[in-house]
């Protein structure tokens, strides 16, 4: 909603959002991300040399320390001030004690988990191994699944790609769906799954795991199958074939399936490893920054702590020269009504910016 505003008023809006490559990047797009970006449908010219010397990305680390008490002190503030922001929706309960619950359960899960699901690894890296088809489940929040796909929900996705696996995949072919480790401790889909998989006659043919290592697993998978997961560029690079569900930024015919998920289960395709190296470096080059929202990265001298390529520095720098002078702002209400009179203080304001 805001963007559309900002765009009927002729105002540039850029967005934010976790790194399409990850870990170690930050995404920065004009007029929006994932399924709203520029990208989609829109042919690249992925031949075009970049400037950037890619090789020396730097790594922020202890990352997940810093992004928990941000966590923390925005739920305690949201608890704090809710009262006077009555009409704003947030994605997740804002209860502090409700989400430290949450957490709480988490790290129980993940203990239990641990133990129940030790010999698993083995078992697809050898046993299993180009046997499976990897889908790993995003968390039950992300806006990316109601905006940017056919589906209502993660169960929704469960339901689906457990019917046409059960009626189109090999027989000696097996499913794996990967829990999100940052649901953990809100969803549980076992009993789905378990329900699902007895339906349609494959029970034993359809495994359910939490914290396995994602890179092994990709590695020993013939495809991967999700909505639109950032892990899908994660598979593309260890040569794993994807096939996407949704609007996805990589959703490309020269990098992903385009076959519809029934014929998936049996040609999965290839990867085009020089394809993906070429996209990637596009990325990094255009609106991937090296860093972190919640730790500035070692050794950096930039105000932000990111690690900018030229052109995104060039393209996100002030400069006196796209200011015009001649026409000082005015105010201009949601509705895009000029008001009476140009207030004097933003005036002023702008002079000072300008004569920088």
């Known amino acids: 909603m805001a963007c559309s505003v900002a765009q009927r008023h002729n105002v540039r809006v850029f967005v934010f959002e976790e790194g399409y490559i990850r870990p170690n990047y930050i995404t920065l797009e004009e007029s929006g991300v994932n399924g709203n970006s520029s990208l989609i449908g829109k042919p690249l010219d992925l031949n075009e040399s970049s400037e950037r010397d890619i090789s020396g990305v730097k790594n922020p680390r202890r990352v997940f320390r810093n992004m928990a008490f941000c966590a923390m002190s925005y739920y305690l503030a949201c608890a704090a001030l809710s009262w006077r922001f009555t009409d704003y929706v947030h994605h997740r309960p804002l209860n502090p004690i409700s989400e430290g619950g949450k957490w709480l359960l988490s790290v129980m899960r993940k203990?239990?988990?641990?133990?129940?699901?030790r010999k698993l690894p083995k078992l697809f890296e050898h046993d299993l191994i180009n046997q499976y088809f990897l889908c790993p489940l995003q968390v039950h929040c992300d806006m990316q699944i109601s905006a940017h796909s056919e589906f209502t929900s993660v169960e929704h996705f469960i339901g689906k790609v457990v019917s046409s696996f059960a009626q189109h995949a090999e027989q000696d072919h097996c499913l794996v769906f990967k829990h999100h480790p940052m649901d953990r401790g809100y969803t549980d889909y076992t009993t789905l799954i378990n329900k699902l998989a007895f339906e349609h006659s494959v029970e034993d043919r359809v495994y359910y795991v939490h914290d396995l290592e994602l890179p092994s697993l990709l590695k020993g998978a013939r495809g991967t199958v999700l909505i639109n997961s950032t892990v899908g560029m994660s598979s593309l690079l260890h040569k794993t074939p994807v096939k996407t569900l949704g609007q996805a930024v990589y959703d490309r015919a020269e990098l992903t399936s385009q076959a519809d998920l029934d014929a998936f289960w049996r040609e999965p395709g290839e990867v085009d490893l020089s394809a993906y190296q070429a996209f990637r470096d596009y990325l990094v080059e255009k609106?991937?920054?090296?860093?972190?929202?919640?730790?500035?990265?070692?050794?950096?001298e930039t105000t932000t702590g990111l690690s900018w390529s030229r052109e995104m520095l060039l393209e996100h720098s002030y400069t006196p020269d796209l200011i015009d002078s001649a026409k000082p702002p005015t105010l201009?209400?949601?509705a895009g009504r000029d008001l009476d009179q140009t207030v004097s203080e933003e005036s002023t304001a702008y002079g000072k910016l300008a004569s920088r």
């Open 332 to 334: 201009q209400l949601v």
């Open 287 to 300: 609106n991937q920054i090296n860093g972190s929202f919640y730790k500035r990265l070692p050794d950096t």
């Open 111 to 117: 203990v239990r988990f641990k133990v129940s699901q």
